[in-house]
């Protein structure tokens, strides 16, 4: 293979421009902050930049992965914003209720009733697209409003506070040497790559975002399967809830996960998944948060006016994704260069031979539902 096919090959690669993209916003920080890319230690703890870009990107590498299997199956979900909410005020309250805050059976059960609502919430997501047939958009819009409010309610509009050592540990604690958060995460996405790639369930996904309708046909449960990722989702989002009310030792209902779900839908499609659903990479996915994170931390770094930070990050957002388009490449880099930078070619489509007239018309035609 010369080296011309070994670099067209690296730069057709779906994870090509996002990790580009990472390295180059990783070195712009370097001229502002010169130790950048060093990590020290101290009091047996990992601390840096590049630490703290895992450990507060965490929480979206969560909402990101289970938002991925949605888009896969050609829906969205809105809701995780508050997912994120309901779930850390749910568990924050319980605990603030009780005698002995740091009693690890009483956060136990306060994270199981924050996640046991999590799952309740992704059911209804679920049951409202896969079994009533509306559109997803509109089906997670009624958590997205309706369950902040539900999360206010829980916290009577005020921010719970609480001093509890074990819950503190999922989002702000370590363990062997770095945050606790990352190794939650691993775990995450290591059983989702595990259960879509080493098994059959990731192609039922892919099948029933590039057609639902023909899956069923021939013997898939895309309903089920719909529902299931609205569930799996909601539970991530949970996770993430729980993460970020860990973190600051509080539960805040009306500021908790907000906007989450837009930078979680950023980062699936700068990971390469198509928000019409079918192949799916979770791997880019990561890639496409930890971009997103890294964004916001260059974007503080460089002291970029807070005014104008949202237009400063969707102008990076808006050049990620053109890059990632061969069409863009082919049409401003020429034909022949684009081609070389992981374009499929951006002149004309070759005619294709003409077929039989008796054949085509014979042919049956193919409804996408």
């Known amino acids: 293979m010369t080296t011309s096919s070994r670099w067209r090959a ?3 690669h779906n994870l090509f421009w996002p990790v580009a993209v990472l390295v180059v916003l990783l070195l712009v920080n370097v001229p502002f902050t010169p130790d950048f890319f060093s990590v020290g230690m101290t009091n047996g703890h990992l601390h840096g930049s590049l630490v703290s870009i895992v450990l507060f990107g965490s929480p979206l590498i969560l ?5 991925t299997l949605v888009i896969a199956t050609g829906g969205i979900d809105l ?7 309901i779930t850390g005020a749910l568990a924050c309250s319980y605990i603030s209720d009780q005698a002995d805050q740091s009693a690890l059976s009483a956060v136990l059960l306060a994270m199981g009733i924050g996640l046991l609502a999590a799952v309740i919430c992704g059911l209804w997501n679920g049951f409202l697209v896969a079994r009533m047939g509306i559109q997803p958009i ?5 958590i997205m409003v309706a369950g902040r409010g539900v ?19 999922i989002g702000g604690g370590y363990w062997l040497t770095l945050p606790f958060s990352i190794f939650v995460v691993a775990a995450v996405v290591a059983v989702t790559v595990v259960l879509t790639r080493r098994t059959a369930l990731g192609l039922l996904v892919e099948s029933v975002g590039g057609n639902a309708e023909a899956s069923r046909l021939v013997g898939i449960r895309s309903l089920r399967i719909k529902i299931m990722v609205y569930v799996f989702c909601a539970l991530c989002a949970g996770i993430a809830g729980l993460m970020i009310s860990s973190n600051t030792s509080a539960a805040d209902g009306n500021n ?3 906007w989450i779900e837009l930078d979680a839908i950023l980062a699936v499609v700068i990971g390469g998944t198509s928000l019409l659903g079918g192949r799916f990479s979770i791997g880019g996915t990561v890639v496409g948060a930890l971009v997103i994170q890294t964004l916001t931390t260059t974007i503080y770094t460089i002291g970029v006016p807070t005014q104008t930070n949202l237009v400063f990050k969707a102008a990076v957002v808006i050049v990620v994704c053109l890059l990632q388009s061969p069409k863009f490449r082919a049409k401003v880099f020429g034909t022949k260069l684009g081609a070389k930078f992981g374009a499929k070619g951006g002149g ?4 294709a031979p003409a077929e039989p007239a008796a054949a085509t018309e014979a042919a049956p035609k193919m409804e996408v539902s």
């Not at 809701?79 to 909410?85: I, R």
């Not at 719970?160 to 540990?169: A, D, M, Q």
């Not at 004309?348 to 005619?351: D, E, G, L």
């Open 138 to 142: 509109i089906a997670t819009l009624i």
């Open 151 to 169: 999360a206010q309610l829980i916290t009577d509009g005020q921010i719970i506070t609480i001093n509890s050592k074990p819950y503190k540990l």
């Open 10 to 12: 690296l730069t057709h």
């Open 63 to 67: 909402v990101a992965v289970g938002m």
């Open 79 to 85: 809701s995780v914003g508050a997912v994120v909410a």
């Open 348 to 351: 004309k489509p070759a005619a």
């Open 256 to 258: 908790a996960g907000l």
